[in-house]
């Protein structure tokens, strides 16, 4: 199995050009073969103003191009969530499945691009937000839902964090919402996008 090692507990590889990972604080991205970075973390832990040097931001930063690494924000907590956090998950997990399948992925205002040679989804511990952005993708790859709950346990249930926490995608809710069942409907937001061969790139996020 492919993996990394960094501060906190690493990254492993789900697929190729797919990683899930923890908290990657301080990490020299590019050095790692890294070029898209999916934060998964509370939203407590972004601070827009909070911007660091180009190849060591930290979880605060925001979704922005810093050098040639792109990082994009989906703050959500480990509980079961609302419809519009699920629904701007899905948003992120298009993202990250452009990314993968593609290689090209939009990172500013004026249409510049990047091929990532690598996308990371990280979290705090890599377990269950990235574990669930990362299963979304797969799914919008075309992998089966139990297949990409497997893919992505089989990468991270032994890593440091996998064996202390009772591995990857512990959250019961989370599964639920990656086998399409349970789905919350607590507000009137539009459905999560649909999973399609031809989906649309995501949107370009705005800076500012």
């Not at 190729?16 to 990972?21: D, I, K, M, S, Y």
């Not at 073969?33 to 060591?56: I, K, Q, R, W, Y």
């Not at 519009?84 to 948003?91: A, D, G, K, M, Q």
Request: hydrophobic letters at 40%; a negative charge; one cysteine or more.
């Amino acid at each position: 199995m492919t993996r990394i090692d960094y501060a906190m507990d690493g990254a492993n590889e789900v697929v190729p050009g797919l990683w899930v990972g923890s908290r990657p604080e301080g990490v020299d991205f590019k050095a790692l073969g890294f070029d898209f970075v999916m934060l998964c973390e509370s939203a407590n832990d972004f601070n827009p103003n909070d911007v660091h040097d180009h190849t060591t931001p930290t979880r605060r930063s925001i979704g922005i191009t810093l050098g040639d690494v792109y990082f994009r924000p989906c703050p959500f907590e480990d509980r079961p969530l609302t419809a519009e956090e699920l629904h701007r998950v899905e948003i992120a997990a298009l993202a990250v499945r452009y990314a993968v399948e593609t290689a090209r992925c939009p990172v500013d205002n004026d249409g510049v691009e990047i091929r990532p040679g690598n996308v990371l989804v990280a979290c705090y511990g890599g377990l269950n937000r990235s574990g669930l952005v990362a299963a979304l993708a797969l799914k919008h790859l075309g992998h089966a839902p139990e297949d990409a709950i497997r893919l992505v346990k089989k990468a991270r249930d032994e890593s440091g964090f996998g064996r202390a926490y009772g591995g990857a995608l512990n959250n019961l809710a989370f599964c639920e919402y990656i086998r399409g069942e349970n789905l919350p409907t607590d507000d009137a937001l539009p459905p999560p996008p649909a999973v399609t061969a031809d989906a649309p790139p995501p949107p370009r996020l705005e800076q500012g």
